[in-house]
């Protein structure tokens, strides 16, 4: 786990490398920016808050990448596809 912080709040940032891959996510104490290897279908089922970025190798390209899914629940706090994994993280503290 890798502490990440943004604007003075304190996210947890996992990676899990597969044998092909690297899973990725970024934790807020309200949802959960990850990689393309999670499904939104799965978070909306459970009504989570989560972001998906693609094309990513690490945190720092989580970041500044361009949200390209978002849960039912996520929309709802605020979270819209195109802003930056950063801001997308705002929403999540």
Do not use: H
């Not at 094309?55 to 706090?77: H, I, P, R, W, Y």
């Amino acid at each position: 786990m890798e502490k990440i912080n943004i604007d003075n709040f304190e996210f947890e940032g996992y990676a899990i490398t597969t044998a092909s891959a690297k899973i990725l996510l970024i934790k807020g104490s309200c949802g959960f920016l990850g990689c393309g290897y999670f499904s939104i279908e799965t978070a909306d089922r459970l009504n989570e808050v989560v972001a998906i970025v693609t094309g990513v190798k690490n945190f720092d390209d989580m970041l500044n990448v361009e949200v390209k899914q978002v849960s039912t629940a996520a929309a709802a706090a605020g979270i819209a596809v195109g802003m930056t994994g950063r801001d997308a993280l705002k929403f999540m503290r």
